[in-house]
Nanobody, 115 residues
Framework: QVQLVESGGGWVQAGGSLRLSCAVSGRTFGTSAMNWFRQAPGKEREFVAGIFWSSGRTVYADSVKGRFTISRDNAKNTMYLQMNSLKPEDTAVYYC????????WGQGTQVTVSS
């Protein structure tokens, strides 16, 4: 049984920082990538950042490039999203995701950025 538990969301002023964590329990088989997505009210879910399991290569949406950093700690079975220079348009529910033989999702964590 696989479970993804997110933490680190909250309220922050524009220009501030937050660090999201996603703890993974259970065993995922055939993992290819770990990702972060987000969904704002009235908008579709969008890709934010990803990291390839085998190579460690990272990919970012243009809207967050240079501000967000995705990383993983295999020993702790945890992935992270460091978010700096936050903007009000970053306000959304953020979801962690693992692409494997199955597709796994966390419950989501709210990030609110005020001006």
């Amino acid at each position: 049984q696989v479970q993804l538990v997110e933490s680190g969301g909250g309220w922050v002023q524009a220009g501030g920082s937050l660090r999201l964590s996603c703890a993974v329990s259970g065993r995922t088989f055939g993992t290819s990538a770990m990702n972060w997505f987000r969904q704002a009210p009235g908008k579709e879910r969008e890709f934010v950042a990803g990291i390839f399991w085998s190579s460690g290569r990272t990919v970012y949406a243009d809207s967050v490039k240079g501000r967000f950093t995705i990383s993983r700690d295999n020993a702790k079975n945890t992935m992270y999203l460091q978010m700096n220079s936050l903007k009000p348009e970053d306000t959304a529910v953020y979801y962690c995701n693992i692409r494997a033989r199955n597709d796994y999702w966390g419950q989501g964590t709210q990030v609110t950025v005020s001006s």
